[in-house]
């Protein structure tokens, strides 16, 4: 189908569709044109086993900018393994690493937002759009109750930045769905969640919450602004 076209009627269908019937509607309709992005969090974790369970051709990739946390590589060993499914990872370019670095230095993202944005880019807008090139739909893990940001993001949307459909089969999920469910399915998850790591990402950027504080908080902690990185930029 064309895409961007009869957007309101996609969001119709998928909203009275579950998760996984949403995965396989999606991927029949967009057949060999879906990918799905994991950062192996939790939600990603469980759009994972959904895709291994029922076996959908939706192929799966993640980003490792080179300041990931050992266990979130970790977990991804795992994952592979548990699930028989294959994990494409892509990195960021050298020349842009070095070239980065030698700007701002290596922990550099911590003296302004602009230079913690333009580590983002290099170390994961720019492979996600490598990733993404040749799709007409992204999977992602995006939950309205994530934060602000998000709440009123829709299941299904188009990504104006990457020119693709993105499709959040858990978009209506709360916490306690999603934690739920991974029990009842024994899905793996990093052990960081339970040291209060909630949102994880690069090891720098990324610290445990506190009590009564938003599920984002620990991320770009030394900042006011909003908690995004430039992957879901509205």
């Not at 949102?199 to 620990?218: F, K, L, Q």
Request: with cysteine; charged share 25%.
């Amino acid at each position: 189908m064309t895409l961007r076209k009869n957007m309101h009627e996609l969001e119709a269908q998928l909203t009275q569709l579950s998760a996984q019937e949403g995965l396989a509607f999606v991927a029949d309709l967009f057949s060999g044109k879906v990918t799905f992005s994991t950062s192996l969090g939790q939600e990603d974790q469980v759009i994972t086993q959904l895709i291994a369970h029922a076996n959908l051709p939706v192929s799966i990739f993640s980003l490792d900018t080179g300041r990931l946390f050992p266990e979130t590589l970790d977990l991804l060993s795992r994952t592979e393994a548990k699930y028989k499914q294959s994990i494409k990872v892509y990195y960021p370019t050298t020349d842009s690493v070095e070239n980065l670095v030698t700007k701002i230095g290596i922990n550099g993202f911590y003296d302004s937002v602009d230079n913690r944005k333009s580590c983002c880019f290099v170390r994961k807008v720019e492979p996600l759009r490598r990733a993404l090139a040749g799709n007409d739909v992204w999977v992602t893990g995006l939950r309205a109750e994530q934060s602000a940001n998000r709440s009123d993001m829709k299941r299904i949307v188009w990504d104006e930045a990457n020119q693709i459909l993105k499709y959040n089969p858990l978009m209506d999920w709360t916490f306690d769905d999603m934690i739920a469910y991974i029990n009842e399915k024994k899905i793996p998850y990093n052990p960081l969640h339970n040291k209060g790591f909630i949102s994880i990402g690069c090891a720098p950027c990324t610290r445990a919450i506190m009590e009564g504080e938003d599920a984002r908080a620990g991320r770009w902690w030394w900042e006011e602004s909003k908690k995004e990185c430039g992957l879901h930029a509205k």
